[in-house]
């Protein structure tokens, strides 16, 4: 009977842990999306306790608590921060099978050097050890990031931040880039009237520039893309239900800002050609700045009601959504391609049913001009586990380069997530090993090597061409 978690856990085979410890496990980390707050890595942090960096808006936490009745005042409440790490302790023996059980030990293990298992009897002592080392210089937050090799970092960025913490981390030269993405869901959703207007009229504060007509909405917006890019943006990012790729007309979309600026509530028909305009405009400013764009797509949002009323979005009441993909994305794709205008892209599935679709339709636009141009991107959200892995991976595998594969991130708020990325390698490894031992692969150990390490790290490098941003931190230390 093998242990639990040790240095072979999910590699079945000889081969397969050779290929991850001796080709995957050091590769650096390029966190090329996550939703780590800047602010905390600028001003370098210490939290307080375990509890502070494991649970504070962690909602995969929050929802197994919550499906294990435990009171909300446990997760996002009033109860002081030992009860919430005790009722989580007392959840993570309940989490079998869950990948958060892994991640969890994983997660001890790799950071704080803790190998018992979490549970009530351990709690104390578990919380007190690490909470204690987390007060230390050795467990900051830039410790924290440098501890786990990790050597480019891409946040998520809303057009009208002031990017004021990305400019502070240049300043001080923190030798692991720190660059923003620009994420614009909020200048393209105008299912609500009120907010769309308010979010108008704060961009208009940040630019200085009046807002009346869709033009100036564009150019104030246009100016933001442009100001995150002299910050070292160059990434996109969408969250989004589906692609918009509705028939539109130029003045169709200044009578449609005109209705919503003046109060009016748009209708469905009315928010899909904004929304098909917004994203056009968004694409053609990456191409024209040689941008990778992202497209998040496929997730049912906020479906508790009462639930977002009381503790807003993003607290763990979303869900896997089941929207038609195909056509709207290739349309799309196919007007950005027909005016040779799609920049590089990754397109990130939520419903596993439309693995293959997606998996096929990147292959639809893939030119030839760069390797891996339009990407089948990385497991997301409720998939980013060990089934939802491999059947991304196999996906790709069948239907395209999983050599070209630009690898894993981590999608996340914490700073004790990188583990993440060494429960993907070993996935990885684990598949290439077994298949070499069966003999579907040949026993080519170097080329395979070379392979995963290409997806574990060289391959989002190139494709991001963020080396030039390493050479110059280098250079500028020097």
Partial sequence: MKKFLDENFLLAGKTAQMLYHEYAKDMPIIDYHCHLPQQQIAEDKNFDNLTQIWLYGDHYKWRAMRANGIDEK????????????KQWAGTVPYTLRNPLYHWTHLELQRYFDVHD?????????????????????????????????????????????????HAKLKADEFEIPVLPAFRPDNAMNVSDTEKFNAYVKKLEGITNISISSFDDFLFALQGRHDFFASMGCSVSDHGLEELYADEFTGSEIDAIFNKIHSGKHLNETEQRKFKSAMLLHFAEWDWEKGWVQQFHLGALRNNNSRMLQQLGPDTGWDSIGDFSQGRALAKFLNRLDSENKLSKTIIYNLNPADNELMATMTGNFNDGSVAGKIQFGAAWWFLDQKDGMVKQVNALSNMGLLSRFVGMLTDSRSFLSYPRHEYFRRILCNLFGSEVESGELPNDIKWIGKVIQDICYYNAKNYFNWQAVNEEVTADKA
């Fill in 74 to 85: 446990y997760c996002t409440g009033k109860a002081n921060d030992f009860e919430k790490f």
């Fill in 117 to 165: 298992l979490l549970n009530p009897d351990t709690a104390k002592a578990i919380y007190d050890d690490c909470s204690a080392k987390l007060q230390t210089k050795e467990f900051s937050v830039k410790s924290l990031l440098r501890k786990m090799n990790v050597k480019t970092i891409c946040t998520t960025d809303d057009p009208i931040d002031d990017l004021a913490f």
